[in-house]
């Protein structure tokens, strides 16, 4: 299928192509409840409007936050979102995706934690409240960058990912998984020290953790059974449990319910279904993860941003073309969030890839959180180009085109290049391709 730029000026262009297209995608003209509150984990949360994890390449070498990740988030908590999932922060060194990757040390930590002082007090002035702050806790396995050029711990060889067969020596054995577990016990009391509310064992986009998921192919205790390919994620969550002293203080994971290449390497696909979506594992993986270790809720999301970016962040330009219209991969990330959350219905879901319908975004919100299919809806991109969008929501009940994301693909470009990540359209001062 051709490639297809956005041409939805009204919201009622946008349901016609998705009727079209049979795409689920419930637009809700109203956009209160977006500004309902939500219990989680003992606390509430003040609307269910949650800024995603965003990289922004931005850290010192040694990991602790820059210039820019400090406008960044003072720009978001601003905004007055009530969830702020903190990006991708390395466990370790070597599984840091670039050199300037945020990595939580000893040394750093109360660099963080002024980050985060200033958050709150932020939102509290601007918007009366303080937003509730996850931190993601990465190895980025397969992605390590930590010099700047390509340094792969991989799980297992996959070849949809791998175009030269990566060196044997690449792939990291059962005893340095048990040391990348450990890893998270320290990232766990770091991140109680640092203030944040609660950590996101991440395992998602084909990082470490979630490569481990679909290792069927890989021999020994973290390959083939279902039991052993989530082992490393269950030890991981047992080694930061292990250092939990603050009340309160929780576990969670954003997770790939759905990789997005064929079985026997992708998970959450049906075996002998060529893409097919099938959520019977992750649906399994997330009651055991809520049952073993009391997560108050789970982001979902899919794909993998280096091979498939389109069924992790539905977009229009760019030179990667999918041969998918991009209201098929907004269906497909819909349905999948919405099936999480019927299956599970007393862990509140936390749904992905919300800002390529562009001003439209809050109505496709407000659908899916009145339609009872997730509790919250996470922005990405939108959060770069306009974090503002919840005072317009708030106030007018729709977003403004003029300050929209328009999914240009050029956040991910500067991301992929290793240098500050941020909007190169709407924040172009400060941004440039
Ligand atoms: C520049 C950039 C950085 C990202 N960094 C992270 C990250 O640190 N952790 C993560 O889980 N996802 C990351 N993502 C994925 C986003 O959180 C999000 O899932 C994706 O952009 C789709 O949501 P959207 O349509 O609202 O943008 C990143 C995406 C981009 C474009």
Redesign the pocket.
């Known amino acids: 299928m051709a490639h297809t730029k956005f041409h939805y000026p009204t919201l009622e262009d946008l349901k016609t192509e998705a009727e079209g297209l049979n795409a689920f995608l419930p637009l809700a003209e109203k956009t209160d409840c977006l500004f309902t509150p939500l219990s989680l984990g003992g606390r509430t949360v003040e609307n269910r409007i949650a800024f995603?994890?965003?990289?922004g390449t931005d850290g010192t070498s040694t990991g602790a936050p820059g210039e820019l990740t400090a406008r960044r988030y003072h720009r978001f908590a601003q905004a007055g979102p009530g969830l702020i999932w903190f990006?991708?922060v390395a466990t370790l060194p070597q599984a840091r995706a670039s050199a300037h990757q945020l990595w939580l040390t000893d040394e750093n930590v109360d660099a963080f934690k002024r980050l985060l002082d200033d958050m709150r007090e932020t939102s509290l002035k601007e918007n009366g409240y303080a937003p509730l702050i996850v931190m993601?806790s990465t190895n980025s396995g397969r992605y390590s960058k930590p010099r700047g050029v390509p340094e792969p711990l991989i799980a297992y060889h996959c070849p949809p990912l791998e175009d030269t067969p990566l060196p044997d020596d690449r792939i990291v054995t059962d005893d340095d998984l048990k040391r990348f577990e450990d890893a998270y016990a320290a990232a766990a009391r770091l991140c109680q020290q640092a203030g944040f509310d609660g950590m996101d064992v991440?395992c998602?986009?084909r990082y470490l953790a979630c490569e481990l998921l679909s290792a069927y192919t890989r021999p020994g205790e973290y390959g083939g059974s279902y039991e052993n390919r989530t082992r490393f994620l269950k030890n991981c969550y047992r080694a930061a449990r292990s250092e939990i002293t603050r009340q309160g203080f929780f576990l969670t994971s954003?997770l790939n319910v759905y990789d997005g290449f064929a079985y026997p390497y992708g998970f959450g696909v049906r075996e002998g279904a060529g893409l097919a979506v099938d959520l019977q594992e992750p649906i399994r993986l997330i009651g055991e993860l809520k049952a073993a270790f009391d997560i108050p809720l789970i982001n979902v999301?899919m794909g993998n941003?280096y091979k498939n970016p389109h069924v992790?962040?539905p977009y229009d330009h760019g030179n990667y073309v999918p041969d998918e219209h991009p209201l098929t991969g907004l269906d497909r990330m819909m349905r999948g969030v919405s099936e999480i959350q019927h299956a599970l219905p007393d862990l509140p879901v936390l749904g992905?890839?919300?800002?390529?319908p562009r001003q439209h975004a809050g109505h496709l919100a407000a659908g899916m959180i009145d339609g009872g299919h997730c509790a919250m809806a996470?922005?990405?991109?939108?959060a770069f180009a306009d974090p503002e969008f919840i005072h317009d929501l708030r106030r007018f009940g729709r977003m403004d085109e003029k300050k929209a994301c328009v999914t240009c693909g050029g956040?991910?470009a500067?991301?992929r290049a290793g240098t500050p990540?941020g909007c190169v359209v709407r924040d172009r001062e400060v941004y440039r391709l």
């Open positions: 995603q994890p965003m990289e990006e991708a993601q991440k998602c986009h954003r999301t941003p992790n962040r992905s890839a919300f800002s390529y996470g922005f990405g991109r939108m956040c991910a500067l991301l990540a």
